[in-house]
C-alpha cells in the first residue's frame, strides 16, 4: 500500500503559477509510475502528467505540455508538479496518484483545489 497526501493548491491569476507537491508513504520502494490527474466540475478525471519513478521519463496531456512540468525527489519520495501560465480552463481538483505496474493507477490522494482567475 502508498498513502500519498497533496500539497500546494490554491487560488491564482490567470498567467499565475503554482507548485503541487504530493508525499508518497509505505511501500514506496516498489512504485512505478507516478502522475497527476484533475478533474473539473462536472467533468470527468483526465490526465495531466506522471514520471517513472526510477527512469525520471515524463509524458504529458497535450492541454499542459510546454507549461507544466513533473519531477520527482526519490529521498523524500515527493513528486511535484509545477505550473506556470496557468489558465482559467486549468481549474479543477488535483490527485496525485501512483501504481506499481503498467495499467490503472491503484493508489489515490484526496486531491487539492486549483482555482485559476480570469
Known amino acids: 500500500q502508498v498513502q500519498l497526501v497533496e500539497s500546494g493548491g490554491g487560488l491564482v491569476q490567470a498567467g499565475g503559477s503554482l507548485r503541487l507537491s504530493c508525499a508518497a508513504s509505505?511501500?514506496?520502494?516498489?512504485?512505478?509510475?507516478m502522475g497527476w490527474f484533475r478533474q473539473a466540475a462536472g467533468k470527468e478525471r483526465d490526465f495531466v502528467a506522471s514520471?517513472?519513478?526510477?527512469?525520471?521519463?515524463?509524458n504529458y496531456a497535450g492541454s499542459v505540455k510546454g507549461r507544466f512540468t513533473i519531477s520527482r525527489d526519490n529521498t523524500e519520495n515527493t513528486v511535484y508538479l509545477q505550473m506556470n501560465s496557468l489558465k482559467p480552463e486549468d481549474t479543477a481538483v488535483y490527485y496525485c496518484?501512483?501504481?506499481?505496474?503498467?495499467?490503472?493507477?491503484?493508489?489515490w490522494g484526496q486531491g487539492t483545489q486549483v482555482t485559476v482567475s480570469s
Open positions: 496518484a501512483s501504481r506499481y505496474y503498467v495499467g490503472e493507477y491503484q493508489f
Open positions: 509505505g511501500r514506496t520502494g516498489s512504485m512505478y509510475t
Open positions: 514520471i517513472n519513478w526510477s527512469s525520471g521519463g515524463t
